[in-house]
T-cell receptor, first 112, second 112 residues
């Protein structure tokens, strides 16, 4: 098991609502990346945070936003939820300057 | 754009046979190529990775080969076992930082 933990594990929201997902990175890791994994697909890069700054973003709209805190934990916020936002949201932590990324168990978000 | 193609999408083998999964990437600057195994409902688990300065890497029954000229890399599993059954994802790093672009996955089924 990795030291990356995510909360909550499952979540059901209504279209138009807002959601916050949380990730605690592995000890010593200062970089957190967020990915969206739709059913039957590979993970898609949302954005990455390095030392509390956004360090790259994928093709996701501005209603997907994030934060990284001084202890390197991170949040993913999604506003104005749409049905297509239903997916497994994964965070991965790594140490800046290296590339091995270790995933948390994910948050399964269902938008109804 | 950045793209990783993965084949086959499904692969069925008998226990003890070998399995090969192939990926092609588009970004010539990619320098890191991990492989993840994902069991149903679980997190992607890093099983092996290779960097662009190495042509081949082996870890027990698993090996990865990289052909930078052709932008191909492959996962080889020998002496397959039923517990190898899972979805396998290849990925390639983009523009030197830790963003990973994933393939679409290969569902491997190992029959006893």
């Amino acid at each position: 098991e990795t030291g990356v933990t995510q909360s909550p594990t499952h979540l059901i929201k209504t279209r138009g609502q807002q959601v916050t997902l949380r990730c605690s990175s592995q000890s010593g890791h200062n970089t957190v990346s967020w990915y969206q994994q739709a059913l039957g697909q590979g993970p898609q890069f949302i954005f990455q945070y390095y030392r509390e700054e956004e360090n790259g973003r994928g093709n996701f709209p501005p209603r997907f936003s994030g934060l990284q805190f001084p202890n390197y934990s991170s949040e993913l916020n999604v506003n104005a939820l749409e049905l297509d936002d239903s997916a497994l949201y994964l965070c991965a932590s790594s140490l800046g300057g290296t590339t091995e990324a270790f995933f948390g168990q994910g948050t399964r978000l269902t938008v109804v | 754009g950045e793209n990783v193609e993965q084949h086959p999408s499904t692969l069925s083998v008998q226990e003890g046979d070998s399995a090969v999964i192939k990926c092609t990437y588009s970004d010539s600057a990619s320098n890191y190529f991990p492989w993840y195994k994902q069991e149903l409902g679980k997190r992607p688990q890093l099983i092996i990775d290779i960097r662009s300065n190495v042509g081949e890497k082996k870890d027990q029954r698993i090996a990865v080969t990289l052909n930078k000229t052709a932008k191909h890399f492959s996962l080889h599993i020998t002496e397959t076992q039923p517990e190898d059954s899972a979805v396998y994802f290849c990925a390639a790093s983009i523009r030197g930082f830790q963003k990973l672009v994933f393939g679409t996955g290969t569902r491997l089924l190992v029959s006893p």
